[in-house]
């Protein structure tokens, strides 16, 4: 056995068996193929054509180790040419179009698309249907069609061609979806329902495709960020995807405000309505509803709303009437709030009678009625200091009164409290119920207000009850009135009122840069301590349980007492009652909990007279208890406080820009001017917006009931007749103003789309910025390396073809010199005689032959010349003139 033999055993013996074999056998495969996909990777143009011309042409749907075939290959070499010959055979395309997507080149994406083989409906829903039975592509899902890769890669430019050839995205429908197709798509594989799901919404909310096929980018983004993060909560399998999709909506319309270079261009962004026929931007510029900003709070586009260009519009309308505000130091505001508040009365006084005046502009701005709505509320809390103060001469006499008469302070809190009533039923009807239960310190005002109006509720009862002498005397000691007096009832209830009130004053740091983030965490603790107590509460019930079933045999009346033998005598002493803590499941939460602030002991359980194994048994309960609270418990709500204080902290300006927005949008809309008590004033300008409306209500009965009037025209009498006259000329007036707004509604919306259009062109071109401007990666250098190998062997080829050339060439002339010697007119007279009878000097042959080598020279030399001038671009070839040229003079001698 030699040498090679045993070799080949040896490799046979360690050879590692590969069970799976997920790539092909490279021995297996055709060398022709296989030259034939080496070409394609290489960029070699001439073997690919070589390989596919007849008379036996390689498979051009050969694929390799990996299985790739050539074209895909090419594609992903980003290689044209190749693309360009391998379409004009029968080449199935396959993923070839994705890869080409992927890699962004339009053209040959615009190639493959124009080919026979791909339809339109093959761009979006019939993909998958393209591919045979048992085919699976190791790139791609079968649910990602062209038109959804490329809205993944945000390729603008293909993504438009792609629109333009017919090709679309189904949203996709409702979880709550019952229709057939959602059915079947759950029952039959679920994770690929839902995984279409994730990829149809990760087109949608790339930024290409809300720029290229939405007439409203900012409200298409906002919707479905909207959407994805409820979607982030339904589905929890997939909530990182979805949030991250959220997200990159929400960073798509606030780079687009980030690309308004006015504040035109803000205003109409921020003036939109989402709805096109309403009425709320109808006045354009004149008017600031600010509509797309509220449907941002709604949405709660944090980021949207504390933009710089958004912030600093909002800054501007706050402070609108007085610039000077910001420019002035600290002590200079106080003192201009001390001044403005006094002035209250007199403002008031003036704004009643005078509201389109100039001081009632200036009142009706957002600064100055959040200034005098502060106040009255600063008033308000005072009143509640007073209510509570009360000198001794006055509570000895009211103290023991059943039902007494409300004070002068309580009056006053009375009309206060009636005054923001009014408002909040005012802020209700202009927002709507929607909105105005979606803010929770809308919640904390109905509360408060809702405990005040049963306190003035209760103490109407008491008052009324008392003076019919059938609940016994007005006057009586305290510790002697009924439990379920309403006086008692109704002092429990304002106490608690109070409290709400007080911390209602948390409601207005918002607009502090320092207070604002410390309310916010505080808002979240309090979410957190929600979600501790609901745990810590099934703790405690499982102990309370436990060591109320534990001591509940044991009677609490009976008196535990220790003895001692004194003298022979058996003395008692240390008498007292047993504890009832855990002898109910009321008094086992109360002393568990009570446990833990140390205010009850837990050593009165040592006198009771239990078992060993009982007390045992009770001290671990009660052991393992304040450990799981006091150790695991507590400091867990500690954790989670942390944690959300620092979430706020990381985010603190963003957070308290969004929360200050929201705030200053509820002083923007016009109404609401004067604050509590002055707006139950009844204003001259009310009184005229009531006749109005009484007027058209009247006038819009009049006309219903004269269109269904039984009579005819003719019947009418004269003053009807003016009456329809007048009719008809409002009539006309009202189409003309219908037209007006009509044209003003147009103007408005090609106003804001043209603003959007230019937002959407400076957004893809900074986009395109930025893909130019992130350097060399390494898929260029592989393509550069690519075209400098394809740039390789087409000079090999062309150096080829200029050596058959060349050669062809001197094959020529050296036939055409044979030809010259034989012809007759290179004869000299008297040659034939001379060569005949060989009497040609050596001299005469000499001479002939540098002429002969001279003229083969000089043909030689125009040759290279034209060779070098048809070949541009291309290193000269000169092998002649590298050449000695006594091997032309041996050669042609030789050959004549």
């Not at 299985?67 to 895909?72: H, K, T, W």
């Amino acid at each position: 056995m030699n040498f090679s033999e045993k070799s080949n055993m040896k490799g046979h013996q360690y050879r590692i068996p590969i069970p799976l074999e997920p790539l092909k056998d490279g021995h297996n495969i055709d060398p022709k193929e296989k030259l034939f996909l080496e070409a394609a990777e290489r960029g070699d143009k001439p073997t690919m054509i070589r390989c596919l011309q007849p008379p036996n042409p390689v498979n051009v749907n050969c694929t390799d180790i990996i299985g790739r075939s050539a074209i895909q290959i090419a594609v992903d070499n980003e290689n044209v040419e190749i693309v360009e010959i391998l379409l004009k055979e029968n080449v199935k395309i396959g993923d070839a179009l994705l890869y080409a997507i992927r890699e962004g080149v339009y053209k040959i994406v615009e190639m493959l698309i124009n080919h026979h083989s791909i339809t339109c409906d093959m761009l979006s829903n019939d993909w998958s249907k393209s591919k045979t039975p048992g085919e699976e592509s190791s790139d791609y899902s079968p649910d990602i069609s062209p038109v959804i890769l490329a809205a993944h890669c945000n390729q603008f430019e293909i993504l438009q061609l792609l629109l333009s050839r017919g090709a679309v995205i189904e949203k996709p429908h409702q979880l709550s979806c019952v229709c057939q197709k959602c059915h079947e798509g759950m029952h039959t594989d679920s994770l690929r329902h839902s995984l279409f799901r994730i990829h149809t919404y990760r087109a949608l909310a790339s930024p290409a495709w809300m720029s290229l096929t939405s007439e409203d980018p900012i409200l298409t983004a906002f919707k479905l960020s909207w959407e994805l993060e409820h979607l982030a909560h339904k589905e929890n399998e997939f909530k990182d995807i979805y949030l991250e999709l959220s997200n990159q909506c929400k960073k798509y319309s606030c780079d687009l405000l980030d690309l308004c270079r006015s504040t035109e261009e803000v205003i109409t962004l921020l003036n939109k309505s989402s709805d096109s026929d309403s009425e709320s931007d109808d006045e354009g510029n004149e008017k600031l509803t600010l509509s797309r900003l509220k449907l941002a709070l709604k949405y709660e586009q944090k980021q949207f709303v504390a933009h710089p260009n958004c912030q600093q519009l909002l800054t501007s309308i706050w402070y609108k009437g007085l610039p000077v505000w910001r420019r002035r130091n600290g002590a200079m505001k106080m003192f201009l709030c001390f001044v403005l508040i006094a002035c209250v009365p007199l403002i008031a006084f003036y704004y009643l009678f005078f509201p389109r005046s100039r001081l009632g502009r200036l009142v009706r701005s957002p600064f100055m009625k959040f200034i005098y709505h502060s106040a009255s509320f600063g008033f308000f809390l005072l009143l509640l200091v007073l209510a509570s103060t009360r000198t001794e001469g006055s509570e000895r006499t009211r103290q023991n009164i059943r039902g007494p008469f409300p004070s002068l302070v309580e009056w006053l809190i009375f009309f206060w409290v009636t005054g923001m009533v009014w408002a909040e039923c005012k802020q209700l009807w202009e927002e709507g119920l929607k909105a105005y239960v979606r803010q929770w310190w809308n919640w904390l005002d109905f509360i408060m207000l809702s405990l005040y109006l049963a306190t003035f509720s209760l103490k109407a009862v008491a008052f009324f009850q008392i003076h019919s002498e059938k609940y016994g005397p007005r006057v009586l000691e305290r510790p002697r009135w009924p439990n379920n007096d309403p006086t008692l009832i109704a002092e429990g209830v304002f106490a608690v009122a109070n409290v709400f009130s007080f911390a209602r004053i948390i409601y207005l740091f918002q607009t502090n840069p320092h207070l604002g983030p410390l309310q916010i965490s505080l808002g979240c603790m309090i979410i957190d301590i929600a979600k501790f107590l609901f745990i810590f509460f099934l703790i405690l019930t499982s102990f309370a349980c436990g060591l109320n079933q534990l001591y509940w045999y044991y009677d609490a009346s009976m008196e535990i007492c220790q003895t001692k033998l004194i003298n022979g005598e058996n003395v008692t002493y240390n008498c007292q009652n047993s504890s009832d803590a855990f002898m109910t499941i009321d008094s086992s939460y109360t002393a568990l909990l009570w446990s833990l602030f140390g205010v009850i002991p837990i050593k009165e359980l040592s006198y009771r007279r239990d078992q060993a194994f009982i007390k045992w048994v009770g001290h671990a309960l009660l052991g393992a208890y304040m450990i799981m609270a006091m150790t695991v418990m507590i400091n867990m709500l500690i954790a989670m406080m942390s944690r959300s204080f620092q979430d706020i902290e990381d985010h603190a300006d963003r957070e308290w820009k969004f929360a200050r927005s929201k705030l200053w949008m509820g002083y923007f809309d016009e109404g609401s001017t004067l604050p509590p008590p002055l707006n139950l004033i009844i204003s001259p300008k009310s009184i005229y917006y009531l006749l109005r409306g009484v007027q058209k209500f009247g006038a819009r009965l009049f006309d219903h009931f004269c269109q269904s009037s039984p009579y005819d025209s003719h019947s009418v009498k004269p003053e009807n007749k003016y009456v329809n006259y007048v009719g008809n000329i409002s009539d006309v007036k009202n189409k003309q103003n219908e037209k007006h707004d009509t044209r003003k509604k147009s103007s408005i919306g090609s106003n804001y789309q043209e603003i959007m259009k230019r937002l959407v062109n400076r957004y893809i071109h900074h986009t395109k910025k930025q893909l130019r401007q992130d350097g060399v990666n390494e898929d260029d250098l592989l393509e550069i390396k690519q075209d400098i190998s394809s740039l390789r062997y087409e000079l090999r080829e062309d150096r080829k073809k200029e050596t058959i050339r060349n050669t062809g060439q001197l094959n020529n002339i050296k036939s055409d010199i044979l030809r010259s010697f034989r012809s007759s007119h290179l004869n000299p007279p008297g040659y034939q005689d001379v060569v005949e009878t060989n009497h040609l000097s050596i001299n005469e042959i000499e001479v002939i032959k540098r002429e002969v080598v001279n003229a083969v020279r000089e043909e030689l030399r125009e040759a290279i010349r034209e060779i070098q001038q048809t070949v541009r671009g291309h290193p000269p070839v000169q092998p002649h003139t590298s050449m000695n040229p006594d091997l032309y003079h041996t050669h042609l001698y030789t050959q004549l």
